[in-house]
């Protein structure tokens, strides 16, 4: 494996992302990393690289940027998974972006009668829970790909996460549901309703009361009430929410998934990338290796800073060919960048020296249609194809 600076690094795997879409048993690849570092760009190339090649393949982004509709051609990305046109091949794209609330209302309509789903919609506190309440896109992402993958239509589902380490926090949407339900606060609220007969409402009131009056002088009567019928209305669907969940953790740890970490060859980046891959160890989550964005290479790598960088000022005391010394200064400042992401990748490799690693040369201009994708897909890819040459 060539280093950014030329050198060699020995015995790193090479990360063989063809063989990973052309699988057919790969179901799910979940592309995971800081923000900044292109990984909706890697997550929309691998879609349409897959899709060229022959899947039937879907990206759900749950990233807020629009850089994946306006690299797919598409005017907007919803809650709705749209086709995107001028695909080559026989496989189809299709694209999404995750709507939070649009996607807990329609659990809310689907898992409940007509009544008790109106009754919740209405709800203030509900309309609060699903648009900002903490963890709730975390969870909604979850809910989307296991409806994706319920619906049977994409062979291929490709998840584009959000930015940051909140990037895994789905992994820990089942543990953090349950302990909500659990709480002792809700399973206050939904005792008197839980109750039964009329002595036990009676007795459990009995202790609600002072609490219940404490709250409604803090809150106001109509805040607490509405808190109550909230959590009397959801109580029953939260117990599907929780088994969906559960279901879809499963999912993830199974054999067709496959969790890629994107980093660019920077210092935060690259320990971001760290706790990505230890993480992924812990939950015991299938992952298929690392993506090093933007990458600087140099075909005239022989020529290294120290040696550009004194002709440079050779010709410079002699005051000659001033042009020639501007372009060795330029290119002894590349040498000294490509050196610095060198020694980020290696110090990663050094610590994780089972990952699979590919590297994506920097490109001179952002990737804004399906052109720039495609190019980035074949770059992912001519790496692992070089070694077998």
């Known amino acids: 494996m060539q280093g950014a600076s030329g050198s060699k690094v020995k015995d790193v795997p090479l990360l063989d992302l063809d063989a990973i879409i052309d699988d057919p048993n790969t179901r799910i690849v979940v592309c995971c990393g800081s923000g900044g570092v292109g990984k909706t760009t890697t997550a929309a190339a691998l879609g349409l690289r ?17 850089r994946l509709a306006q690299s797919m051609g598409l005017t907007e990305l919803d809650n709705t998974p749209r086709r995107v ?14 709507d939070m609330k649009r996607t807990f209302d329609e659990i809310i309509e689907a898992h409940a009668d007509p009544d ?46 959000p930015p940051s380490r909140s990037a895994l926090d ?7 549901l349950g302990r909500f339900l659990d709480g002792r606060f809700i399973r206050m609220l939904t005792a008197p309703a839980k109750a039964g007969g009329r002595s036990a409402f009676k007795l459990l009131n009995a202790g609600f009361g002072l609490v219940a009056g404490a709250m ?9 009430k509405d808190l109550q019928t909230f959590v009397s209305a959801l109580d029953a669907v939260f117990g599907g929410f929780r088994a969906r969940a559960e279901q879809t953790y499963k999912l993830l740890q199974a054999p067709g998934t496959a969790f890629v970490v994107v980093a660019a060859p920077e210092r935060d980046a690259m320990r971001e990338a760290s706790y990505f891959v230890e993480r992924l160890a812990e939950e015991r989550m299938p992952l298929a290796g690392l993506v090093i964005n933007r990458v600087h290479l140099s075909p005239a790598a022989v020529l290294s800073a120290a040696r550009s960088a004194a002709a440079a ?23 000294q960048l490509a050196a610095r992401e060198s020694r980020q990748r290696d110090h990663f490799v050094s610590a994780h020296p089972t990952v699979p690693v590919a590297q994506v040369p920097a490109m001179p201009a952002d990737v804004h249609d399906l052109d720039g994708l495609r190019e980035v897909g074949e770059l992912l890819a001519a790496q692992h194809q070089t070694s077998r040459q």
Do not use: C
């Open 85 to 98: 046109a001028g695909t080559k091949g026989e496989g189809t794209l299709h694209a999404m972006m995750l």
């Open 50 to 66: 897959a899709a060229e090649r022959g899947r039937s393949a879907v990206v759900l982004t749950v990233d807020p940027a629009r």
């Open 313 to 335: 000022e050779d010709l410079e005391s002699r005051g000659e060919h001033e042009l020639t010394a501007a372009v060795l200064r330029l290119h002894a400042g590349r040498m």
């Open 116 to 161: 008790r789903a109106r009754q919740i919609l209405t709800n203030p506190f509900y309309q609060s829970l699903s648009s900002s309440f903490s963890g709730t896109q975390e969870y909604m992402a979850m809910e989307k790909l296991g409806q994706l993958r319920r619906s049977g239509d994409w062979d291929l589902i490709i998840v584009d996460t």
């Open 170 to 176: 789905f992994l820990d949407a089942p543990e953090r």
């Open 216 to 224: 409604t002088k803090l809150l106001g009567a109509q805040v607490l």
